[in-house]
């Protein structure tokens, strides 16, 4: 049988794999409706922020109580102020959630800019990012968390690409400004998610391998 | 005669306020840069970067082994746990003045633009907030925390007034395109810390009050 403390360790995990799930339907349907032209469902990302706000206060109390009831040690310690850590990204990614449905709410009023491929390209690996990191998470996996944190530069490389083809519309056509402004906004946002994944990556190595990997991602 | 703990935890202190000196010195440094066009302090800002990302390693190493040696309480722990979230917040928020250093050394290489009164109040709300906030921390002052979180919202408008100023001169003029940009990338670095900053003070009210007043900070 397990023990209490053991028992209540398991609903940490819980709530922090609910939170990171919300998350990423979050950042799935800003993408949606960003794509989708879609304003009713941007409106639906941004009410239900709330909800992850207050999965992330109910991280803190639990892990907090954990802390000061159980006097946890090693991989236990590691966990708990490990889910602190990833309750901090997660609350930020879907923070950028909600800042790309804005954008997709103002997009949707103007008629459609050209398709960008490295905007798409940027949004398939900003969420293979995420799913990976949560997935690592959920299982302990180190090298998967290695991998996101490989995927970064062609976060970065995207989303410079996105700017250089918007600064171009934007020279050549003054109509598209506004527009062409949401977009580099919006491609900001990603290469954010990116960065905030890699921290939860790098979070996933220190709670399995009491290994503290941040600012040296490659080793 | 103070414990051991006790010295430790003053230890811990002095180096989250060490982080928070050098993370202010990197703001304002890379501030001057970009009104000074000085090329050569951007690169510095930049450069120095690595110095306040150890910091954090040494946060995090020694809250960790406080939390697994001396089973703090109350606010003890509060303040343990506190100093590891402060971290995660500075970093990041030197990360923004790496990134308003890159932006500096891209417009010293290009004709000024007009002079913009919403981007540099923004600039000085953003360090006002900094100031503030880390002098919170050191005193334990609640009321100067939340006073951070009432500012934040001239961020936030001064942020929007500078993205709708260098719209207007894109549509008028192209050959701005591009440092207009620059200039929003800028107002959004600062926003960011503006934000990051809510997130210390916030953290200062959970440390000595022990309430959590994340996504309430009117409250």
């Given at each position: 049988?397990?023990?209490?403390?053991?028992?209540?360790?398991?609903?940490?995990?819980?709530?922090?794999?609910?939170?990171?799930?919300?998350?990423?339907?979050?950042?799935?349907?800003?993408?949606?409706?960003?794509?989708?032209?879609?304003?009713?469902?941007?409106?639906?990302?941004?009410?239900?922020?709330?909800?992850?706000?207050?999965?992330?206060?109910?991280?803190?109390?639990?892990?907090l109580?954990?802390?000061?009831l159980?006097?946890?040690?090693?991989r236990d310690?590691?966990?708990?102020?490990g889910?602190?850590?990833?309750?901090?990204?997660?609350?930020?990614?879907?923070?950028?959630?909600?800042?790309i449905?804005?954008?997709?709410?103002?997009?949707?009023?103007?008629?459609?800019?050209?398709?960008?491929?490295?905007?798409?390209?940027?949004?398939?690996?900003?969420m293979?990012?995420?799913?990976?990191?949560?997935?690592s998470?959920?299982?302990g996996?180190?090298?998967?968390?290695?991998d996101?944190c490989?995927?970064?530069?062609?976060?970065?490389e995207?989303?410079?690409?996105?700017?250089?083809?918007?600064?171009?519309?934007?020279?050549e056509?003054?109509?598209?400004?506004?527009?062409?402004?949401?977009?580099?906004i919006?491609?900001?946002?990603?290469?954010?998610?990116?960065?905030?994944?890699?921290?939860?990556?790098?979070?996933?190595?220190?709670?399995v391998?009491?290994?503290?990997?941040?600012?040296?991602?490659?080793?």
């Amino acid at each position: 049988m397990k023990s209490h403390f053991h028992q209540q360790l398991e609903a940490l995990r819980m709530i922090v794999l609910q939170m990171a799930a919300k998350t990423e339907r979050a950042m799935e349907r800003a993408l949606k409706a960003l794509n989708e032209r879609d304003e009713v469902l941007a409106q639906e990302v941004i009410d239900g922020d709330q909800e992850i706000n207050e999965l992330e206060l109910e991280i803190d109390r639990l892990s907090l109580k954990l802390l000061a009831l159980e006097q946890p040690m090693a991989r236990d310690l590691r966990f708990i102020v490990g889910s602190i850590r990833m309750s901090i990204d997660l609350e930020r990614i879907a923070d950028q959630a909600v800042n790309i449905a804005q954008r997709a709410k103002f997009l949707c009023q103007r008629p459609p800019l050209e398709p960008l491929p490295a905007l798409q390209r940027l949004a398939d690996t900003a969420m293979d990012m995420l799913r990976v990191a949560v997935a690592s998470f959920m299982n302990g996996n180190v090298n998967q968390a290695r991998d996101v944190c490989q995927m970064d530069d062609d976060a970065d490389e995207m989303n410079s690409r996105v700017l250089r083809t918007m600064i171009e519309y934007m020279i050549e056509e003054s109509r598209t400004v506004e527009r062409a402004v949401q977009t580099i906004i919006v491609a900001r946002c990603l290469e954010r998610v990116a960065d905030q994944t890699t921290n939860i990556a790098e979070n996933v190595i220190f709670i399995v391998d009491g290994v503290n990997i941040k600012h040296h991602c490659e080793t």
